[in-house]
Structures are given as structure tokens and as C-alpha cells.
């Protein structure tokens, strides 16, 4: 029984980054949940972060009508974009901002199982510390882990997806009438790399958007699962 109020006071008198050290020390099962449930928890979490969120980036349009992830010009062709619009170009400018986001749309489409399978990863040890982090400690631990492989599997998608969706010869044209106006200097950025950074800084942006709900909206906690471990954390 006085093991119970001690724990139950723990909250009251520690900050999260404290917590985040006790938690380690705690034994298995504590709260009445145990390592496996709470990793399992996070695991859950992600997963709908994917189902529900990451998923509506492979739609037509997912990217593009999506102010949270739309793939604008790199810097390199701001210029390019103002330029185009200048001279009335409006539709070439828009197109060109269209076919990138395709891109991204369809590298998603294609990645993502591999994504899903690096949820798995998560250990032990490390999800009581994940779960009293803040708002994306999932998402950013995901990300850590993960980022380098992604981009390898993302970036031959994504120059497959340039080709396919015809950016290449869409912006061929554009930097083409671009580089033919006066007093413009050359552009060649490289957009395959430019648009798989961007992808998968929109992959990881939904996620968190999932999982910040599920962290602060008991509603968004629909299994039996996530209450009790996301529970903890309230």
C-alpha cells in the first residue's frame, strides 16, 4: 500500500524531466502497466499515425492541397517562380509546383511499408522514456532512427516518380525559358534530393500531428491500449 501513494505522488513533485529519470528506475509493470504494453502503446500510436495521417499523403493532391507539407520552391528557384509569374506564366509556374508534390505523393505511395516496419524498432528501454517526453518524442525518435535509411529508400522513388510524373521536362521547360530571359543567371538545383528531404519532412510532420492527439485529447485514445499507456503521461 505504500508503494502505491508513493507512486501516485510521484507526479506532484517532479517535472517531466525528472520523471523521464524515474521512469527508467521503476519497476516492470508499475502504474499497472507494463515495458511491453507501453512499447506496444507507442508502437499503436505510430501506426495510426500512418494509417490515419501519413496514408492521406498518397492521394492525388495530398502534398499539394496540404499547407502543412506542400513542397514549395527551393530557394535556388524563388527567383525562377516570381520571374515566370512576372511575365505572365502563371499556369507553367503552377505546373511546375504541381509535379514536385506529385512526386512526393508517389514516393510515399511506394515507401511506405517501409516505413511501418521501422515502427517495430522501438525497445523496451527506451519507451517509458519516449512516453513522459514531450508532444513528438515518438515521432522525433522514429526520425533519429530512421532518417538515413528512408532517404536512401525515398530518393530512387523519388527521381522514378520526376520521370514519371514529367517534371523533368517540365522544368527543363521552365528553367529553360528561365535562363533565356535577360539578366537571369543559370539554375540547376538538384530536386530529386530537394524533394525526397521535403517528403520525408512531410512524412514525419503528420505523424506528429497523430501523435500530439493522441498525447492531448483523450477522444483521439480509441483502444483500450493507448488510454491506459498514454495515461500515464496526463
Known amino acids: 500500500m505504500k508503494k502505491l501513494y508513493i507512486l501516485l505522488f510521484i507526479p506532484l513533485f517532479f517535472g517531466c524531466a525528472e520523471l523521464q529519470g524515474i521512469a527508467t528506475q521503476l519497476p516492470g509493470g508499475a502504474y499497472g502497466v507494463s515495458d511491453a504494453e507501453i512499447a506496444s502503446g507507442l ?11 501519413v496514408s ?8 499539394f492541397r496540404n499547407e502543412l507539407v506542400r513542397i514549395t520552391l527551393p530557394a535556388e528557384l524563388q527567383k525562377v517562380d516570381k520571374t515566370l509569374r512576372d511575365v505572365g506564366l502563371d499556369a507553367l509556374a503552377d505546373e511546375g509546383l504541381k509535379v514536385l508534390n506529385r512526386a512526393a505523393e508517389d514516393a510515399v505511395k511506394e515507401a511506405t511499408p517501409i516505413f511501418v516496419s521501422a515502427v517495430k524498432e522501438i525497445t523496451f528501454t527506451d519507451a517509458r522514456n519516449i512516453l513522459l517526453g514531450n508532444n513528438t518524442s515518438a515521432t522525433t525518435y522514429l526520425n533519429q532512427k530512421t532518417e538515413t535509411q528512408l532517404y536512401a529508400k525515398f530518393n530512387p522513388v523519388i527521381t522514378n516518380s520526376l520521370n514519371k ?17 535577360p539578366l537571369t543567371s543559370k539554375v540547376n538545383p538538384d530536386l530529386a534530393d530537394y524533394v525526397t528531404n521535403e517528403a520525408l519532412d512531410g512524412v514525419f510532420t503528420m505523424i506528429a500531428v497523430e501523435e500530439k492527439d493522441i ?11 493507448l ?3 498514454f495515461g500515464l503521461q496526463d
Open 43 to 53: 508502437r499503436q500510436a505510430l501506426d495510426f499515425g500512418i494509417d490515419k495521417q
Open 56 to 63: 492521406k499523403l498518397t492521394q492525388e493532391d495530398g502534398f
Open 165 to 181: 510524373v514529367g517534371a523533368t521536362k517540365v522544368w527543363s521547360n521552365i528553367i529553360d525559358k528561365y535562363n533565356s530571359l
Open 215 to 225: 498525447r492531448n485529447n483523450f477522444g483521439a485514445r480509441t483502444t483500450d491500449l
Open 227 to 229: 488510454r491506459r499507456v
